[in-house]
């Protein structure tokens, strides 16, 4: 079986409902991740795959979003402003 693409994890220790994770054996990358992003059950010790993937459809929500924040706060104000009140 082929590794899937990814990026190796080790579970450092757990703090709480926190994770410290250690990004491959390279432990001077460090991060908390609370548990509640994890596979269920997961303990100290454990090596996770994480895999990251492009969201096309959540940064054009994201897009949109501003867009109507932007037109939001330039109501009423001249077109050609380039600049806003807030």
Known sequence: ???????????DRVEGKLAVISLGEDEEV?????LKYL???TVEGDHLRIR???APESRER???RVE??????????????KRFKL
Request: hydrophobic fraction near 35%.
């Open 68 to 81: 109507e924040l932007k037109e939001e706060l330039t109501k009423g104000q001249d077109t050609g402003q």
């Open 52 to 54: 990251f993937e492009p």
């Open 62 to 64: 994201a897009r949109k």
């Open 30 to 34: 460090q991060f908390e991740l609370p």
């Open 39 to 41: 596979p269920a059950g």
């Open 1 to 11: 079986m082929a590794d899937k693409p990814g990026v190796m994890v080790v579970v």
